[in-house]
Structure formats: structure tokens, C-alpha cells
């Protein structure tokens, strides 16, 4: 089993930035392929960016160029840094996590979520 721990969500002002944390644990070995997902007022899920155990990494069209995925193997740990927020960007931001390679259509690990408001 994996549990998933998400930080860094908040408010913040339109053009400004936050970092997500998410820590991984558990009983699992090797490296975890993660990614976050958000929930819009528009859009139900949203694979926002993904990376894989080999450190590839995927963006949604929406957010390439201002979002940044990157990770900490050693801590387990995923981060997603946001530059250049946008009020359209507010949602709930979930962490989700595979032990295969790369992140599957439906991850099986989940976090709990972390709220990301942006302010016009």
C-alpha cells in the first residue's frame, strides 16, 4: 500500500506562484510513477502533470510553460511548482501515484487533496 501526503496548497494572487508537496510511504519498492491531477469548477479530473520512475515528465496543454513537475526520489516525494497562476487554475490539486512506470488512466494511489485558490 502507498500513502500519499499533499502540502503547499493556498490562496494566492493572480501571477503568482505555490509549491506542492507530496510525500509518499508505505510498502512499497522502487520508484513510484506520480502526478498531479486537479478538480475545476469546469473539469472534473485533469491530469495536470505527470513523471515517471525514470524522471520523464507530461504536462497538460493548459499549464506548459508555468507549471514545473519534479521529484526527490531519496524522499519520496513529488513536487509541482506553479508559476504564473491564473484564476482558472483553482481547484483542489490531488497527488495519485502507480507502481508501474508510468502513471496509469486510473492511478490507484490517491492523496486527500489540497486546496489551490487564485485570486484575480
Known amino acids: 500500500q502507498v500513502q500519499l501526503v499533499e502540502s503547499g496548497g493556498g490562496l494566492v494572487q493572480a501571477g503568482g506562484s505555490l509549491r506542492l508537496s507530496c510525500a509518499a510511504s508505505?510498502?512499497?519498492?522502487?520508484?513510484?510513477?506520480m502526478g498531479w491531477y486537479r478538480r475545476t469548477a469546469t473539469i472534473q479530473r485533469e491530469l495536470v502533470a505527470g513523471?515517471?520512475?525514470?524522471?520523464?515528465?507530461n504536462y497538460a496543454d493548459s499549464v506548459k510553460g508555468r507549471f514545473t513537475i519534479s521529484r526527490d526520489n531519496a524522499k519520496n516525494t513529488v513536487y509541482l511548482r506553479m508559476n504564473s497562476l491564473k484564476p482558472e487554475d483553482t481547484g483542489v490539486y490531488y497527488c495519485?501515484?502507480?507502481?508501474?512506470?508510468?502513471?496509469?488512466?486510473?492511478?490507484?494511489?490517491w492523496g486527500q487533496g489540497t486546496q489551490v485558490t487564485v485570486s484575480s
Open positions: 495519485a501515484a502507480d507502481q508501474t512506470p508510468g502513471l496509469q488512466l486510473a492511478p490507484r494511489y
Open positions: 513523471i515517471t520512475s525514470g524522471g520523464s515528465t
Open positions: 508505505g510498502s512499497f519498492s522502487g520508484i513510484l510513477a
